[in-house]
């Protein structure tokens, strides 16, 4: 096990250096002139030239690439042009909000999703099976920036429950939480109905209906256990898409988490914080990927990995 895991954080270092190179040549290839956009409308050529010098971009594409690299090999991820802070400082403050929204509205998915696709599959072709994968359906289909206003119209405008946007009390909170988890959810419900139908059709699963086992134990003992490989799998994937794909959420929410920063920093051409956004999100997306297949061995322990099975 020991062995795999560091195997696949070596793996993950060529990964890294790509998504770096991406970025970088991607920034520098928008049109117009940063260093103008940067420093202004009204600035000077002069001041123009001097900003154009800091930032570098009077070398060549390779040497701005190799001094950016070994300064963030030291730790130092530069300084953002817009706020002159440390890019470090900038995502600090901004990544844990992310995460905590992340988290939550993947916890939620999880609770709705996997309790919808199990009782749709024990309960196969009922009026709630029927109902939920419906509603599953929508909810895939349904745009997010949609739903999350369609929240505030409701919560916020008519009952007056919840505040609209931005961060603070545990209110703000539940709003973009469940536009990020119900999406998900509708998706996770769908995987677990499958995954649960195909698990409860085999031998074992008849087996231990025929020992007289009581049909909740046959179900969450035998069958769930069983079915979440897939289900974990697209948790796992899910998870890593709404720690960067939270931008329209936190827009509509006001939120002040790193897509939204992402955005901003994007409009005002300031490279070095989303390059670093971007290294930040490919690493916990790379460590999600870990996780999931370590989560893997104790779901089922036939699986190996190298030539030794996973105790």
Do not use: C
Request: proline share 4%.
């Amino acid at each position: 096990m020991y062995g795999y895991i560091i195997r696949r954080l070596l793996l993950a270092i060529p990964v890294l250096i790509g998504v770096s190179i991406l970025v970088f040549a991607i920034i520098r290839f928008i049109p117009g002139d940063p260093a103008r956009a940067i420093a202004g409308v009204h600035a000077s050529p002069e001041y123009i030239e001097q900003v154009r010098r800091e930032m570098l971009l009077d070398e060549g594409l390779h040497v701005q690439y190799f001094t950016y690299m070994s300064n963030l090999l030291q730790g130092d991820m530069g300084r953002s042009t817009f706020t002159r802070r440390p890019v470090t400082v900038e995502l600090a403050q901004r990544f844990p909000n992310t995460l905590l929204l992340a988290a939550t509205g993947m916890v939620i998915a999880s609770i709705i999703g996997m309790s919808a696709g199990v009782v749709s599959a024990t309960k196969r072709y009922s009026i709630f099976d029927n109902a939920s994968m419906l509603a599953a359906l929508v909810g895939v289909a349904a745009p997010v920036f949609w739903l999350g206003v369609m929240f505030q119209l409701l919560f916020s405008v008519h009952l007056g429950w919840l505040p609209s946007g931005g961060i603070g009390t545990w209110k703000h909170l539940v709003m973009p939480a469940l536009t990020l988890g119900l999406a998900t959810a509708a998706l996770l419900a769908r995987i677990t109905r499958s995954s649960m139908l195909e698990v409860l059709g085999q031998d074992y699963i008849t087996t231990a209906r025929s020992k007289g086992l009581v049909e909740r134990v046959v179900i969450y003992k035998h069958a769930f256990k069983n079915a979440l490989i897939p289900v974990v799998t697209v948790m796992g994937l899910q998870f890593g898409t709404l720690l960067g794909g939270a931008v329209l959420t936190e827009t509509v929410f006001s939120w002040p988490g790193i897509g939204r920063l992402m955005v901003d920093s994007i409009l005002a051409r300031d490279y070095p914080v989303v390059q670093g956004a971007v290294l930040l999100l490919a690493v916990f997306f790379v460590m999600i990927n870990l996780i999931v297949d370590v989560i893997y061995a104790f779901l089922d322990p036939r699986i190996t990995y190298g030539n030794r099975e996973v105790d």
